[in-house]
């Protein structure tokens, strides 16, 4: 009688699977809050950056002008864009604690 032989193949069983799985949604749940937390970041730093370029342009409209200026003489002289008169005042809905330079 013969008898067969079976070839035992390396492979990964079900329990090594859902070990890295477990492994994998570990560091998944560390690192996804993180990412969020950089992102509300980097557009916090963005709309500062162009709430600095409106008061920018509010002083040099001032100069130029001789008049106060709003953020809708702003947008209609060209000397700003709609979405930037949106960011600034949507940064300092966001931010009520900071005093708001230039009128809407």
Known sequence: MKL?????????TLIEMLVVLLIISVLLLLFVPNLTQQKDKVKDTGAAAVVK??????????LDN?????????????????????????YYAKHKDKQQHVAN
């Open 66 to 90: 001789s008049g106060s200026a709003s953020l809708s003489k702003l947008v209609a002289s060209g000397d700003i864009s709609k979405d930037q008169a949106e960011s600034y005042r949507d």
């Open 53 to 62: 370029v409106v008061e920018s342009q509010a002083e040099l409209y001032e």
């Open 4 to 12: 067969l032989k079976t070839a035992r193949l390396k492979a990964f």
